[in-house]
């Protein structure tokens, strides 16, 4: 069984950062690949980024270069880090985790959810 809680959400200038943390409970949780979603008032939940229990990690191409995901498993810790963010990038923010360990992108797979953080950027 895994957590999650995400943190570090708010609102922020375009152009501006944030940084989001997902703390995950469980003593395996080194096993398990992490991904970050995000759902738009309106709009269909859609990947962010992910990252596997090998630390390869894989982009939505609307956030290459924007955005970094990372993990600390001593601390059991995933985070994305947000940097020139843009209008669209407002949305509450969910992170995932699954056991199969490699870069999943679809929804589905992942069976293990967060609340959600909002994330609002503003002109």
């Known amino acids: 069984q895994v957590r999650l809680i995400e943190s570090g959400g708010g609102s922020v200038q375009a152009g501006g950062s944030l940084r989001l943390s997902c703390a995950a409970s469980?003593?395996?949780?080194?096993?398990?690949?992490v991904a970050w979603f995000r759902q738009a008032p309106g709009k269909e939940r859609e990947f962010v980024a992910a990252?596997?229990?090998?630390?390869?990690?894989y982009y939505v191409d609307s956030v290459k270069g924007r955005f970094t995901i990372s993990r600390d498993n001593a601390k059991n810790m995933v985070y994305l880090e947000m940097n020139s963010l843009k209008l669209e990038d407002t949305a509450i923010y969910s992170c995932?985790?699954?056991?199969?360990?490699?870069?999943?992108?679809?929804?589905?797979?992942?069976?293990?959810w967060g609340q959600g953080t909002q994330v609002t950027v503003s002109s």
């Open positions: 469980g003593r395996t949780f080194s096993n398990y690949a």
């Open positions: 990252i596997s229990s090998s630390l390869y990690t």
């Open positions: 995932a985790a699954t056991g199969l360990g490699g870069i999943i992108t679809t929804i589905p797979e992942y069976g293990y």
